[in-house]
């Protein structure tokens, strides 16, 4: 080692977020430098130069002056580091660990943290405690981060967005910035790749029409690719198309956390299940309506897989195995004049035998299915078929009455018991009731305003969910119907809205599943 005359210096600072506000003063950027130039002059130490940090975390190694420092290490300028206290090094107990027991040592620069009496060329007993300081340091990132993430997520159940940038098609309010509004120019090109994708338009397509429209993709639409030239601002990919057409914000339920860091360490973004989505109703208005973006998710999954030489074929994804329950593909037999079904699981572990062929010539399934579909439509349309419609919607409306008049029933319980509980304190303070008695009462009281709020919540869900469901929409599903007759062949989308799936056994037997329950039940043909 060096003699302490010839060290040459680098003093690191760093300042982070997370820290500003919450730091006292002596730990800016300021007065790390003084407190640790005051120790320089102190032991006669040379300063060579200083590398700062402001606005960086102490999670992440990879900063700007950091790594400059690191360089100068390499190089020889510097050959001594130090800082104010550990955690200015870093917060991550495994890096930082490493840099001030294994780097720094084998690089013969020595390393000081003033603070915790830490230092690698003498036998200190802040040595010693340099493990549990840098555990401590990541616990503390780790409980910010904890906490940080707690009060976003509150924040979010409340129905405030949050985002750094309003979703494609919509802007922040200027006059509440966690409001949605309707960007007027973003939310026409929303709608326009709705109804394409809608129209069988393909992804890839729809891109290669907004970019010959020279429309500028989202990201520059928002000003954040300043870099770009004129001739790639207006280049859509597949997948910005995907990511639209999935997005449900559009239909004006504000929904967050759809993507989340993998921990408080990493900068990685991933996907989240929809469960752990924080999804808050009509905070926003709509651009798309719930009724096309539910058919647009329908669509989109029975498209997922398809290849592309059959994308024709109208009952791509609708297919599925009785016996496994996978996906039924459509092959082209050898000589490419027709096509046929065959089960996915079984073609991919044919020699297991885990599940069979389930070959069957697609052009008569197919025309057997628009048959039967047909022949229900028609059944449908007679008058006496609606009639019972009609009498299912009359159970629908006395059901909703019944559920009003409960919730007004177990309100009227809350309120009379609360009076009562307010009633009996007041005798209570006035020694009419003894405090025993007051108590017995009110437990009681409290009990069932619990258990009725408790039924209150029961009952909304259940009427929220009897006003969301179109099942007795017979209007809706009347037209539906028609639209389908008055097609020679419906297209995808039309037969999205009225199936859910076809199920074909070992022995051609065909069961439809319809969406429209009060009409069809599920059908059992023989496809032979």
Known sequence: MLEQNTYKVGIYMRLSREDEGKTTESESIKNQRNFILEYTKKEQLLVIDEYIDDGISGTTFDRKEFNRMIQDIESKKINMVITKDFSRLGRDYIEAGH??????????????????????????????????????????CKDISKKIKSTLNTKKRQGLFLGSQAPYGYLKDPVNKYHLIIDPVASEVVRAIYKMFLDNNSLQKIAHYLTEQKIARPSVHKGMNYKDNEKTKAIWDERTIDDILKNPNYTGNLTQCRRKKINYKSKKIIHTNPNEWVVVENTHEAIIDLETFNLVQNVYDKNRNISTHIQDILLKGFLYCKECGHTLGINKSSDKTRHYTICNHYRKYAKQSFCTCHSMRYEDLEKLVLGDIRKKCKECIDVSHFESIIKNNNKKTKVLQDINKRIENANNIIQSHRQNIEQMYLDKLNKKVTDEIYQNVFQKLQKEINESETLIESLELEQKSLLNNKLYDNDNYKEKIKTFLSFKKPDRKLLASIINKIEIDENKNIDIYYKIKPLFNSIHNRGD
Do not use: C, H, Q, W
């Open 99 to 140: 840099y001030a027991e294994k780097y720094f040592p084998e690089k013969r620069a020595r390393y000081v943290s003033i603070n915790d009496g830490i230092d690698t060329y003498l036998d200190t007993l802040g040595n010693e405690m340099l493990p549990f300081k840098a555990v401590i340091n990541d616990f503390y």
